[in-house]
């Protein structure tokens, strides 16, 4: 019996000790390769750019062969699936998130189209960083 309580109490220490040493590495500062600054603000500008295009480009009634040529500036290649026209791009983020294995930075942009291809609301672009945890 005292053999059990002591052998329990000594996976509860463990556990606690080991969800401190977890609480305490979060708290550590990510490490960030030089210049990444510099990176992350040319992401953030490509992001913020292609969000103003494609609000000035894509307005609703569009037809397709201008939201391909719009895609095709921008360098995405679009895709028409269902009821969307989406293209995404990566490209260097600069500093990527704690629990994110690199700095790849997918760009994306869809756009709700009817059967003909002809552009039904708003543009939407989004950004995010890949294989994060």
Known sequence: MVRNAHR???SRSFAIVIALLLSLASCVPHYH?????KVADVAT?????????ARESLKIGTKKDAVIRFFESQKIPVRFDRNEAIGEIYIHGGCAPKGC????LLLGLRVDVDAAGTVLSEPVVVSMFTDCL
């Open 8 to 10: 329990e109490l000594r």
């Open 33 to 37: 390769p030089a210049g990444c600054e």
């Open 45 to 53: 500008a490509r992001e913020e750019a292609l969000k103003r295009e």
């Open 101 to 104: 294995g690199t700095d790849h």
